[in-house]
């Protein structure tokens, strides 16, 4: 049995005040939650600040992007060490916003995911496609390659050490969602595509659903067989709607 994760991508968003507010609304509603892990994914200057806030909570702390290598010459990166130093458990890589603004392949993002787990953290590895890609049918292709090129790099056992979180970027602070049958759909794809190299890291992988999760939606995603959770942006700088939707995976 999959144990559900629900992690907060904060994106360029908050302040001290605000993380202070939000982390401290969240640990005190969470024993409503349930049976669900939970992280969340401050911008990189405040990861020591919410660090401190989790103490002795069950919340883990994660990171929004690594970079590929280690040290070096790369002004403005953030090295997975670094991120571990910090404390953090959790980095997401890939994510359709460092592919699409900032041109990352998938290679680029492969590597990412290598560095990550040689250091210990666990990689949320983002997949999914366009609205025109979508609209041509192109879905599952898509998915595939992005997926396909993890897999080539670090080989199908490395994602027993990840999660992968299937964003549609049609549906990503949009408004717009999926319907659960829908991303049910590409979730199950995902899970076989795994399956045909190892049937048993297939079962074990948790494969979170982002793109506009809300309260009012969480529980007819995260009741389909093959959503383990979700990656959730807006909602998550909002501490009731993300207990909420912590709730719905719980």
């Not at 702390?61 to 040290?71: H, I, S």
């Not at 049609?170 to 408004?175: D, L, M, N, V």
């Not at 948790?206 to 009012?216: A, E, F, H, R, T």
Request: proline share 4%; glycine share 12%; hydrophobic share 45%.
């Amino acid at each position: 049995m999959r144990q559900p994760l629900v992690a907060g991508n904060w994106k360029l968003n908050g302040s001290l005040a605000s993380s202070t507010t939000l982390v401290e609304g969240i640990k005190a509603g969470l024993a409503d939650a349930g049976n669900v892990a939970v992280a969340v994914c401050p911008p990189f200057v405040y990861l020591p600040h919410v660090r401190a806030l989790l103490e002795g909570s069950s919340v883990s702390l994660g990171a929004q992007d690594v970079a590929d290598v280690d040290e070096g010459a790369y002004t403005g990166e953030v090295s997975a060490p670094m991120l571990k130093e910090v404390g953090c458990g959790y980095v997401i890589v890939g994510h359709s916003e460092r592919r699409a603004l900032y041109g990352e392949s998938d290679e680029f993002t492969a590597r990412k995911f290598a560095a990550a787990r040689k250091h210990g953290l666990t990689p949320i590895l983002c997949v999914g496609e366009l609205l025109e890609e979508r609209e041509q049918g192109v879905t599952e292709q898509v998915v595939a390659r992005q997926l396909d090129a993890v897999i080539e790099l670090e080989g199908v056992q490395a994602l027993a050490d990840a999660v992968v979180a299937y964003e549609p970027v049609w549906a990503i602070g949009t408004g717009k969602t999926a319907s659960p049958a829908q991303a049910q759909d590409v979730h199950a794809f995902i899970r076989g595509r795994i399956a045909e190299r190892d049937a048993g890291v297939a079962d074990k992988v948790q494969i979170l659903y982002g793109g506009s999760v809300k309260p009012d939606n969480a529980e007819e995603l995260f009741s389909q067989a093959d959503i383990d959770g979700g990656l959730i942006g807006g909602a998550s700088l909002q501490a009731e709607d993300f207990l909420a939707i912590c709730k719905a995976a719980g």
